[in-house]
């Protein structure tokens, strides 16, 4: 069996991470990679930059998911390439009504816009490294944890829950720290009936990725001393980001059997 998921590019990755980790499609490549399942499913991840050179799937591709990568941009922004995203995103479940939406970070706000919802500054407040989300009952129930730990690298946010959402969790900082819509409002759901989900987190970042960030970020003063300090603190806890929203999202694909181990996969470059 294969899945055919498609990367929506939003940004490329400062130069420090670009040259050690590789660009936003390995690095997704390496998340999917890790947490799959199942030995006997591969996989293909066709990127698209829709930041840079606004590219888009041909609407007789079929896919079994759409990813929405992070980007340094503003999800709010009054911007071309923003707007032609939010118009493709609320036009995929009409265009490929078999395809789930994985939104993260900047893909949760624009998902929020798309749907209805709002992103907005989060009054300069920045939330960077392993943060603790408190789940709801939804968010335990998909993630199988009672508190989730991811990376996160935002100071923008989703205030509320779009109509026909509901909330995976929250923090003291931001609220809306990921969001769930069903197929259908009716009956008791499995995770495959999941259609769209998103986390404000990064479960793709790492350890040395989100420091790479964090250096290059204080040093052009986007982030102050005090993010750092604060950062410091809990760089070395446990991330989630494989272990239970990678496997999450498999399972979502209806993938959850056989042992983790190296994932085999064909990819568009």
């Known amino acids: 069996m294969t899945k055919s998921l498609a990367l929506l590019i939003c940004d490329t990755p400062t130069s420090a991470v670009l040259s050690s980790h590789g660009d936003y499609h390995r690095i997704f490549s390496a998340l999917l990679a890790s947490s ?3 030995t006997s499913v591969e996989f293909t991840l066709d990127p698209y930059d829709v930041a840079k050179k606004q590219e888009y799937p041909l609407e007789d591709k079929e896919y079994d998911a759409f990813m929405i990568t992070g980007s340094a941009a503003s999800a709010y922004e009054n911007l071309e390439w923003i707007n032609k995203l939010i118009t493709f995103v609320a036009s995929i479940p009409d265009k490929y009504p078999k395809a789930k939406i994985f939104g993260i970070c ?6 929020g816009r798309a749907f209805g919802g709002e992103c907005v500054p989060n009054g300069g407040r920045w939330e960077v490294g392993i943060t603790e989300v408190d789940l709801t009952d939804s968010g335990r129930d998909i993630f199988g944890v ?3 730990n991811i990376h996160q690298m935002h100071r923008d946010h989703v205030p509320a829950v779009p109509p026909g959402f509901t909330l995976l969790g929250s923090t003291q900082v931001a609220y809306n720290q990921g969001m769930v819509q069903y197929a259908s409002d009716e ?5 495959t ?3 769209i989900i998103t986390v404000q987190g990064h479960p793709e970042f790492t350890k040395p990725i989100v420091n790479a960030i964090v250096e290059a970020r204080s040093k052009n003063g986007v982030i102050g001393e005090s993010v750092v300090e604060d950062y410091r603190k809990r760089e070395d806890w446990r991330n989630d980001g494989v272990s239970v929203i990678g496997k999450a999202f498999w399972k979502i694909l209806g993938v959850d059997s056989g042992e983790v181990d190296k994932a085999r996969m064909t990819s568009k470059i």
């Open 146 to 148: 009672q508190k989730l």
């Open 36 to 38: 799959l399942p199942d």
């Open 193 to 195: 009936d999941i259609r």
């Open 187 to 191: 009956g008791s759901h499995d995770l």
């Open 106 to 111: 900047f893909g949760h706000q624009i998902v």
